[in-house]
T-cell receptor, first 111, second 112 residues
Framework: NAGVMQNPRHLVRRRGQEARLRCSPM?????VYWYRQLPEEGLKFMVY????????ESGMPKERFSAEFPKEGPSILRIQQVVRGDSAAYFC?????????FGPGTRLTVL | DQQVKQNSPSLSVQEGRISILNCDYT??????FLWYKKYPAEGPTFLIS?????DKNEDGRFTVFLNKSAKHLSLHIVPSQPGDSAVYFC???????????FGKGTLLTVNP
């Protein structure tokens, strides 16, 4: 059983561009969480999704950020018009019910 | 407002000795606590968890202790091994299937 997959592992964008981060949960997992880790910080919750539903987006910035988890395909975290402050590691976790299993992360660098 | 605090940014121990990592929390609604281990350029790996109805949970070399009155938990690793060198994150949630609130992590170095 493959683990949580995230791609790309590294993403470089210029200010104003869009970033799309993908997360494929473990087989059989229907819960997906996105977290962001800024340098020297712990992981901060962004959004919790189940298939086709956003359950909790209390950690998402109000503008430019969106997330989806469609019926088919990976979960997508989308950041529009990126700014330098968006540079961080973005981790996805999936869960069957309780424990969360994390992917390797996507490191976003905004130039 | 940091609801989960790991006050020691780093800890260094000798191989074979005990490593004790500490974590404090402020939100009394938290009832599920976890420890994750993280290597550079990798995602966090689940180590051990504890529910608030317990005060101790053990899994091999890893033991987590929970003191609810003090809002404090600790992770004991014994004996420590060089491969344990990593950043350890404490995390908490309300319920076992909910968003996690993480501390900033403690870098553990186990010296041979």
């Amino acid at each position: 059983n493959a683990g949580v997959m995230q791609n790309p592992r590294h993403l470089v964008r210029r200010r104003g561009q869009e970033a799309r981060l993908r997360c494929s949960p473990m087989k059989g997992h229907s819960h997906v969480y996105w977290y962001r880790q800024l340098p020297e910080e712990g992981l901060k919750f962004m959004v919790y999704l189940q298939k086709e539903n956003i359950i909790d987006e209390s950690g998402m910035p109000k503008e430019r950020f969106s997330a989806e988890f469609p019926k088919e395909g990976p979960s997508i975290l989308r950041i529009q018009q990126v700014v330098r402050g968006d540079s961080a590691a973005y981790f996805c976790a999936s869960s069957p019910l309780d424990e969360q299993f994390f992917g390797p992360g996507t490191r976003l660098t905004v130039l | 407002d940091q609801q989960v605090k790991q006050n020691s940014p780093s800890l260094s121990v000798q191989e074979g000795r005990i490593s004790i990592l500490n974590c404090d929390y402020t939100n009394s609604m938290f009832d599920y606590f976890l420890w994750y281990k993280k290597y550079p350029a990798e995602g966090p790996t689940f180590l051990i968890s504890i529910s608030s109805i317990k005060d101790k949970n053990e899994d091999g070399r890893f033991t987590v202790f929970l003191n609810k009155s003090a809002k404090h938990l600790s992770l004991h690793i014994v004996p420590s091994q060089p491969g344990d060198s990593a950043v350890y994150f404490c995390a908490a949630s309300k319920g076992s299937n909910y968003k996690l609130t993480f501390g900033k992590g403690t870098l553990l170095t186990v010296n041979p």
